[in-house]
């Protein structure tokens, strides 16, 4: 239909703002809202510690590594 797919990273990006400006009004000191999609993977401490687990079994099993998609995929800025 023209319009971005309820599951692209815009979309999710867009959702999880929503999200993070509700808390920020509930906890002030949560942090200011990151405008780029990869500043905001990278502030996700949780996301980071598990993601850099879910490689290391990967290599530890013999599967290999991870394969990366290039960096300037999640360089988008939010514009709510």
Do not use: I, N
């Not at 509700?22 to 942090?31: N, Q």
């Not at 200011?32 to 490689?55: G, I, N, R």
Request: hydrophobic share 35%.
């Amino acid at each position: 239909c023209g319009g971005p797919s309820r599951l692209c990273k815009h979309m999710f990006f867009t959702r999880w703002a929503e999200l993070h400006g509700k808390l920020s009004t509930r906890v002030p000191s949560h942090g200011e809202m990151p405008s780029v999609y990869s500043e905001a993977k990278l502030m996700a401490q949780t996301y980071q510690s598990v993601k850099q687990q879910l490689f290391k079994a990967f290599q530890k099993a013999g599967l290999g590594t991870w394969v990366k998609k290039p960096p300037e995929q999640d360089q988008f800025l939010l514009t709510l």
